[in-house]
């Protein structure tokens, strides 16, 4: 349907078309136009501006026109890192954390993503789904208009295809399969000769990602598998440096990813690694909360040059929270971002980070029209500063 929306007091997250990324000092600001309107129809952005260019007139009957007179209007947060797909909860898990086992002594105990695992085997694929949605519905609500989601808790054949039914990138390698422990290199082969082909034939991932990090998989068996995925014509994506310096980012680059993320334990290696690169460096900043970890040296990256995300990484083990808000917050708080910085790493720069920048992320013409009406007097910096406070008055998806 059309839709006008008229006297916008700010219209906050304005770029040119073909703008993918910021990279560097483009990510201090934040373009905006006071007093605007945005024009949607057949839900892309038609055309935005200053209210005294509005085409009022020339609109017809049908339009539906609201005034929002007060009001910051902004595109809906990209949230390109999640593991949303899974069954039941980790609450036990967590309280062995309070009492003080890590979550590599968890994960080699047999817990871990190997317990989440066990519970996605025995729930039904519709259940699955179910639970999926209520998380989905969760994180629109707090303003997330585009998502990725990653399987990783089937880990085998069977149950991997169950997740990625649902959506959308594979990480088969994210732990090895109960069944093969003590065997990794022959779940290594299993991953590459017969999930990735069946996941390739039956075009069920957009994205090949790997857990390359310390106690879960090297840089030798990810090359592999991101070897196997360029065969079949699938980009990769990466799960690296979070619980070591693994290498993880440069096997990363050098397989041209989309994203490494994590970067908890980054060197400057790793940076030079990435400059010049097509790869996004995202940040979690909700793990390393959750997790008691460093935060990654998102300002350094940015100071160098370089382009950072930000996404909420929510999954059941290390970051039960899919709100953006959290995120940015994190961002300016333990990252020391400027909320600029923060928001656009959380909405052009993770559009970018899940290869769909080009249909969202910003105030664009012909982008989909995925924006948060915030409440009356809410300005950018309120986002991160008072991010627990109900301040979205509306999501238009
Ligand atoms: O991104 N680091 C690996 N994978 C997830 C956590 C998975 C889990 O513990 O369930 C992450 O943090
Ligand atoms: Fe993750």
């Given at each position: 349907k059309d839709c006008l929306l008229i006297n916008i007091s700010e219209l906050m997250g304005i770029l040119p078309v073909g703008c993918l990324r910021l990279q560097g000092e483009q990510m201090d600001s934040v373009k905006s136009i006071k007093n605007a309107f945005l024009h949607i129809s057949q839900g892309k952005i038609i055309s935005y501006g200053p209210m005294d260019k509005c085409p009022l007139e020339q609109m017809g009957e049908t339009m539906e026109i609201v005034n929002l007179a007060g009001h910051t209007v902004m595109p809906a947060f990209c949230d390109?890192?999640?593991?949303?797909?899974?069954?039941?909860?980790?609450e036990q898990e967590f309280i062995d954390k309070i009492n003080g086992l890590s979550y590599e002594e968890i994960a080699a105990r047999g817990g871990g993503i190997l317990n989440s695992a066990d519970l996605l085997h025995s729930t039904s694929e519709d259940e699955l789904y179910e639970q999926a949605v209520v998380r989905l519905e969760e994180v629109i609500e707090k303003g997330t208009g585009a998502i990725e989601i990653k399987s990783?808790?089937?880990?085998?054949t069977e149950d991997e295809l169950k997740m990625l039914r649902i959506?959308?990138?594979?990480?088969?390698?994210h732990a090895v399969g109960r069944a093969y422990v003590g065997r990794q290199s022959e779940y290594v082969e299993l991953v590459c000769n017969e999930m990735i082909p069946k996941v390739a034939e039956e075009g069920l991932a957009d994205f090949v990602d790997v857990f390359c990090d310390e106690g879960f998989f090297t840089v030798e068996e990810t090359d592999k598998i991101l070897s196997t995925a360029s065969k079949y014509g699938i980009v990769p994506k990466i799960h690296a440096?979070?619980?070591?310096?693994?290498g993880g980012v440069q096997v990363g680059v050098k397989h041209n990813a989309q994203s490494v993320d994590h970067l908890e334990r980054t060197t400057d290696a790793e940076i030079e690694a990435l400059?010049?690169?097509?790869?996004m460096p995202v940040m979690l900043p909700g793990a390393s909360f959750f997790l008691g970890m460093p935060y990654g040296r998102a300002k350094e990256y940015i100071a160098k040059g370089l382009a950072v995300a930000l996404a909420?990484?929510?999954?059941?083990?290390?970051?039960?929270?899919?709100d953006m808000r959290f995120v940015m917050a994190l961002g300016c708080i333990?990252?020391?971002?400027t909320p600029e910085q923060a928001f656009n790493a959380c909405t052009i720069n993770g559009a970018y980070g899940m290869g769909v920048s080009d249909i969202v992320?910003?105030?664009?013409?012909?982008?989909?029209?995925?924006l948060l009406v915030l409440k009356k007097?809410?300005?950018?910096?309120?986002i991160p500063y008072?991010?627990?406070?109900?301040?979205?008055e509306r999501v238009i998806i």
């Open positions: 390109s890192h999640t593991h949303i797909v899974y069954a039941g909860n980790r990783g808790y089937g880990l085998t959506k959308s990138t594979f990480l088969g390698a440096n979070e619980l070591a310096v693994s400059r010049y690169s097509a790869t909420s990484d929510y999954n059941p083990g290390s970051s039960p929270s899919g333990k990252m020391k971002l992320g910003s105030i664009t013409e012909g982008k989909l029209a995925k007097g809410v300005t950018l910096g309120y008072c991010h627990h406070s109900p301040f979205i």
